[in-house]
Structure formats: structure tokens, C-alpha cells
């Protein structure tokens, strides 16, 4: 030992530099995403459709066609198109809120379904830290996980009553697990891999597709290192070992591989039978301007006429929504990133795994933008997450060309330059991801609030979007199927955004047109700026005139 030795500082534990900047993230998403919170109006319309799942499963409704019996849970999992898993997690999370908030109220439930969102976003940075880690380094997992949990898509998403949090919290968990078992050869983490597999299938079906991927790198494996054909079965058979432990139960609860439309529609497809559309233009209404698409997602305006979407538009609403979700710039940081390192990360089984992952559901997503006519941003963000370290690893790359081809030493060493890159980056996202939530729906809330003391006993309540019955206080479910009825309140927005793929809107209208306002939002401003309206209509022929509403209906919506 010398006196250099002797006198140099000694070094900092590993874990300290994990938790410093864990922590720093930890405390950005957690300003962040309280900030949306507190600036939400209401949350997205499927939040409302988890909530009232959550609900049943702690108590579960009676049946519609016996109204002395109630439904058993298998029944409510049966009777819904979402899987349990994140209503089964807002439950959990609804047990101390409701306490705490004082029982089952619309508040109450729209704080549970929002922490379950931010708990997830929150759980979500240590697997992506350290899957980062793992593939590139601790500097490219700290910078990546960062700009993904500051993306304005995944900021808003995370903050609302959506699935999407937890789903990525699954999904990236499996793809975790099952990289420490490509990196150990261990088919323990192999089977827990499987495991975490089945838990993202039980938020969305796409949890799937890591499954699917793991088995292709597994596969790969017989050439990356020559694996036995022995080994791969065995591979193979503890992973799905791990997944069919957790989903069989829900598939036979069901009876077939999930209830989701599109996703039985893809099944039918890929049986030789024929791919219906999700979105049925109900209303004629203008649609949106030659290329643009309705916020959030993209779909196919001409599906109606029986026109089918095509290769070619779904190819561009896949890359004109994938660059919304990634915030335009994150793709093309990937693509440099991907090129320079290639030569050192394609015989990397942990990196061949987010590479598959990330193809797959990009595959996925064309096939139901070119069948159904449908893609959204939010279900881009597990493309985006497979990308992210890459745009993170080509930051200092970036830095390190700008210093040699451009830039003198003496203005900014590369290290500054790549802080400076990456902040400028994160800078930009956050005020773009603070937008308040869902602001322009306020009076839908006003509305249902409004609703709650003036409905009156036997009226009808018709509103499409859902918002104003639910704080209305129809948290579980509102009654359609009356006797016939003398009144009718229908919840009606004007303007531009008059929803025409919402097939109650036809019923609302129907009755809107022969009723009169008895309520309009805002309070204070003549009738005529309303932004939201509620119309009663009173009458002895509500059957007739129920009946001529359903058949101005598509016919995939006329009661069967």
C-alpha cells in the first residue's frame, strides 16, 4: 500500500449511486403526477367502467333478468370486457381511501382509481432502473427512466383512472425477471418471469406478449449459444409453467382467452373470420380535418361505409402516434443509439428481449389499426419504454460528436453536453404532461353533482358519456331497463366535439329534440354559450319513442 492509497477517499457503496438517483426520480414523480391530481376535472370514461367493475367485485350486483338473485363474482368477471387486474387493485387501494375519506362516495373512488394509477407509475422506476441498468449502464437507466416517467403521455396516463400503469408496471417487471434469467441461466427467475407474465394478462391481454417474446429469445438461444434442444424445452415449460398458474383460472372463468371486442375480433380474424371495426361512425357529424386524428388516438373516419382502414393508414397512424407518445425527438435518439451500439448489444439475450417486446406489440397494434381502425398513444407506451435507454444510451454519444465535429472543448466538456441535453429534454416534457386532466369536462361533473339533489323519482337518466351519471351517484351501474317511463333527462355537450362514435348519443338526442333544458353549465352564462346540457322529456309514448331512437342505430348496435 502507498500513500496515494492511503490518503484517496474510499469508495461509495454501489447501492448509494442506485439510491440517490431512484430517489430523485421517485421525488419528480411524485410532484408531478400530484400536481395532475389535484388539477383533475374527471377522469377518462373507461376509469368510470374500472371503478364500477371494483365495485361489484366487492359487491356484486343483482341479476338484471332475476332481480332476486345476485351474481356471483365469476359472473361479474364473465359479464364485463375488462380483466380483474386493476380492479381488483383499485379495490385494495379504495379499502384505506374510503376509510379515510369516509366512505363509498364518487370522490372517494376517484381518488382510489388515481393513487392505484400513481402507485404503479411510482413502483414502475425500479424495474426500468435497473433493467436499464442491467442492459446498458447506471447513468443511461437514471437518464432513461427519467424522460419516460416525465413523457407527457405517460405523465397524464399514470395520473388518471386507467389501466395503463399497472400494466406497465407488469409488463416491464416480467421483461426484468426474465432478463436476470437469460443473464443468470437460472429457470427460477425464469418462472417467476412467467408469473409476473400472467399478472400483466390479468390488466390487459397484451401482457402476452412478453410471454411471447421470451420465448422467441429463448428460442434464439439454440443460435446465439448453441442450447441443447433439452435445455430450450426446459426453458420453455418453466415459463409457461409460471404463466398458466395465474391465467388459467381466469380463462376458465370466462371460458376463452379474453372478453376484450377487439381482442375477440383479432381471435376471429386470425380463425379465417372477418375484422370488424371498433369505432362505428353512429352520428353524421363532420369528421376532423384531412390528417389529423381525434386526440389521443387515431380512428379510421370511413368505417361506417364499410370501407376497411388498409395497410397504408395504419402504418401511419402506428408512426404518427408512436412519435406523439415518445414526444417526436425519443424515436429518432433510439435510432442513433441503436446503430452505434449494435455491434456490442445484439448478442445481449436481455437486450434481444426488449427488442422483441417492443416489435411485437408494435405488430400487435398494426394489426388492430389495420383490421379494427383503431390505435391509441397510451397503448404505445410499452413500445416507447423498450426504446427509451436506447435514446438515453445516445445522449453522451450525441455529446461526444458535438465536442469532435463541432464544438471546442473550451465551450462545454461532452459531459455538459450531455446534461444539458437530457434536462433540456425533461424540461420541455413536464410542462406538457402538467396539463390539467380531462379540464375540458368540468361541466360533466357540475352536471352529475346538479343531478344528484334535482332527479326525481322514476326519471330515466340518458347520459353517453357517463361522467354526470356517475356523480349523479350511479357509482355501480345506472338502470336502463325501467318499466316504461314518464320522464327522461338526457346529458348532451354542444359545440364541435360531439362524440359520434358514442351510440347512446342517437337515444339522448331523440329525446333532447322533444324535451325542454332544465339545466346548462356554465351557471352563469346564457343558455345559448352552454357547454354541457340536460334536457327533461316527459310523455306517455316512451316505448315508441325509445324504439325509433334504436333504429337510427348501426346495425352492430340494434338490440338483439
Same mark, same amino acid.
Given at each position: ?85 386493476? !380492479? ?6 379504495? @379499502? ?52 419516460? $416517467? ?38 427460477? @427467475? ?58 388459467? !383460472? ?153 465536442? $469532435? ?77 325501467? !318499466? ?77
Amino acid at each position: 500500500m502507498n500513500d496515494r492509497d492511503v490518503l484517496s477517499p474510499p469508495a461509495r457503496p454501489e447501492w448509494l449511486s442506485d439510491c440517490w438517483r431512484i430517489g430523485f426520480i421517485l421525488l419528480l414523480t411524485v410532484a408531478t403526477r400530484a400536481w395532475i391530481m389535484q388539477h383533475t376535472e374527471v377522469l377518462s370514461r373507461d376509469s368510470i367502467s374500472f371503478i364500477r367493475m371494483a365495485l361489484q367485485l366487492e359487491d356484486p350486483p343483482n341479476d338484471p333478468l332475476q332481480p332476486d338473485r345476485k351474481l356471483s363474482r365469476h359472473e361479474v368477471i364473465r359479464g364485463t370486457y375488462q380483466p380483474p387486474g386493476y !380492479p381488483a387493485a383499485i379495490l385494495a387501494v379504495s @379499502w384505506p381511501v374510503r376509510s379515510f375519506m369516509g366512505g363509498t362516495t364518487c370522490d372517494s373512488m376517484v381518488m382510489s382509481a388515481q393513487l392505484t394509477s400513481v402507485l404503479a407509475s411510482l413502483l414502475l422506476v425500479l424495474p426500468l432502473y435497473f433493467l436499464g441498468k442491467m442492459v446498458f449502464d447506471r447513468q443511461t437507466a437514471f437518464v432513461g427512466t427519467l424522460i419516460f $416517467q416525465m413523457l407527457p403521455v405517460c405523465m397524464q396516463v399514470t395520473s388518471d383512472g386507467l389501466s395503463d400503469g399497472l400494466f406497465l408496471l407488469t409488463s416491464v417487471t416480467a421483461i426484468w425477471f426474465a432478463a436476470i434469467a437469460f443473464r443468470r441461466k437460472s429457470l427460477g @427467475w425464469l418462472f417467476t418471469a412467467g408469473l409476473a407474465c400472467g399478472l400483466a394478462y390479468l390488466v390487459r391481454p397484451e401482457g402476452l406478449i412478453v410471454f411471447m417474446a421470451s420465448g422467441m429469445v429463448i428460442l434464439a438461444g439454440k443460435f446465439r449459444e448453441g442450447a441443447r434442444s433439452r435445455t430450450i424445452l426446459k426453458q420453455g415449460g418453466v415459463l409457461t409453467a409460471g404463466l398458466l398458474i395465474v391465467m388459467v !383460472p381466469y380463462v376458465i372463468t370466462i371460458g376463452k382467452i379474453t372478453n376484450k371486442p377487439t381482442g375477440n375480433s383479432l381471435l376471429r380474424w386470425l380463425e379465417g373470420g372477418e375484422l370488424k371495426p371498433t369505432w362505428i361512425k353512429t352520428m353524421d357529424v363532420p369528421p376532423p380535418a384531412e390528417g389529423v386524428d381525434l386526440p389521443l388516438a387515431a380512428w379510421y373516419q370511413d368505417a361506417a361505409s364499410g370501407k376497411r382502414p388498409g395497410a397504408a393508414w395504419a402504418c401511419k397512424s402506428l408512426s404518427l402516434e408512436f412519435l406523439k407518445t415518445s414526444l417526436y425527438v425519443t424515436p429518432f435518439l433510439a435510432a442513433i443509439g441503436l446503430s452505434l451500439l449494435w455491434s456490442r448489444l445484439r448478442g445481449d439475450a436481455a437486450f434481444q428481449l426488449l427488442l422483441a417486446v417492443g416489435l411485437c406489440q408494435a405488430l400487435l397494434l398494426w394489426f388492430i389499426a389495420f383490421g379494427a381502425g383503431y390505435v391509441a398513444e397510451r397503448h404505445l407506451l410499452l413500445v416507447t419504454l423498450c426504446s427509451i435507454h436506447l435514446a438515453a444510451a445516445a445522449i453522451p454519444l450525441i455529446a461526444e460528436k458535438m465536442v $469532435q465535429w463541432h464544438l471546442p472543448r473550451r465551450i462545454a466538456s461532452e459531459q455538459t453536453w450531455a446534461i444539458f441535453i437530457a434536462v433540456a429534454f425533461v424540461t420541455v416534457c413536464i410542462p406538457w404532461g402538467l396539463k390539467p386532466l380531462h379540464a375540458n369536462r368540468a361541466g360533466h361533473q357540475a352536471a352529475g353533482r346538479w343531478l344528484a339533489t334535482h332527479e326525481q323519482p322514476g326519471d330515466l337518466l340518458i347520459d353517453p358519456f357517463a361522467w354526470s351519471e356517475f356523480y349523479a351517484g350511479y357509482m355501480r351501474e345506472c338502470p336502463r331497463t325501467l !318499466p316504461v317511463q314518464k320522464s327522461v333527462l338526457s346529458v348532451l355537450t354542444t359545440g364541435e366535439n360531439t362524440h359520434p362514435r358514442l351510440h347512446m348519443m342517437i337515444i339522448a338526442r331523440q329525446f333532447a329534440e322533444r324535451g325542454k333544458i332544465i339545466y346548462h353549465w356554465p351557471e352563469n352564462k346564457p343558455v345559448e354559450q352552454a357547454k354541457v346540457v340536460i334536457y327533461r322529456w316527459e310523455g306517455d309514448d316512451f316505448n315508441a319513442q325509445y324504439t325509433e331512437a334504436h333504429k337510427k342505430l348501426p346495425n352492430s348496435f340494434q338490440p338483439k
